[in-house]
């Protein structure tokens, strides 16, 4: 296939704030963009945050025949901006125009169980796991992994949905219930130094590019904060690029992935999760790095030659979420007081707690104080405004 050049239609499946982003990247580069998400079943722009930015937005559901053939028909090239997609969607179009990354790729990814086993194939280092199918078996699971674990839900998980630590009778009796509406994985839990992040895009042709690693801080299982550079060895940040390409290699992907890291106390790491799209560890590369993991999924999808994603500066990057709405409007004029911090809203009018609204990413000469910078311009939003 010939590399797609501006003036090439992107379709992207999903309208969130990835998508948004990306098409914002794609339309800077001369692209047309058409998304593809479920809503009303009517056409055009719409309230998501990337039907707003978009050229087109079909929303239909994605088991809609007639509209995913559609779709097809109106665009040169379909990705993701994230996961929980039927994978039947997928190979419907995968008929009709190259999709990127291609549906085998989802298929592994979506599901913890099959991401897992996929790890276990390929060699790499994971944390260790039990693939629990019901009630049943939870307690023949559970000594075979020891306790404290983590049970997650083995699809369709994001933000630490479906996710519960199990320690105690209590949370075993919650475990159960989880277990009684799907099947799960059963994890070891890990005392981790630091989690970590690295981006890989790989092109039609094989290149690779990475960026990171990435150091990652979570609040109640969703991302709270990401710096670069982190504070792993520079052995530890090499090993880290270093599986995240051999999990793009394995995965035969052409596109974007986010290999996410657990590094122990001994310095081990150990991948926890794969992310087949850019990633929200991977935003402040808007403004600290090159080229952003936007438009590095752009070249990778549209057989261009990758750019360079190297950091030219210290970075820091914090999520806005809805918890910041809840009493008052954030103090908008208060934070933009704040030098060296840029503001990214993606367009979501219903904030609600654990809902990312947006984020913030700060410059500065070091990663700590990019952090300091990035940290008092958030809480600059809860203050009431003079």
Known sequence: MRPLLPGSTIGVLGAGQLGRMLAQSAQRMGYRV????????????????????????IQAPYDDLEALAAFAQGVDVVTLEFENIPVSALELLDG?????????????????????AFLARAGLPHTSSVTVDGPANFETALKTVGTPAVLKTAGFGYDGKGQLLVRGPGERAAALTQLERGPGVLEGFVEFRRELSVIVARSPSGELQSCGPIENRHQNHILDLSKAPTGASPAVAQQSREIAREVAVALDLTGLVCVEFFETAAGELLVNEIAPRPHNSGHLTIEACRASQFEQQLRAVCGLPLANMEFLV??????????????????WYGMLAHPGVALHLYGKTEPRAGRKMGHLTALAPSATEAVARVERAREALSRTSA
């Open 34 to 57: 058409e998304v593809f998400a479920p809503g009303t079943g009517t056409s055009g722009t719409g309230a998501t945050p990337a039907g707003q930015v978009a050229h087109r937005e």
């Open 314 to 331: 210290p970075a820091a990057m914090a999520n806005l979420l809805g918890e910041l709405w809840q009493e008052r409007s954030p103090d």
């Open 96 to 116: 009709q125009v190259p999709v990127r990354p291609g549906p085998q790729v989802l298929y592994q990814t979506q599901n913890r169980a099959r991401e897992k």
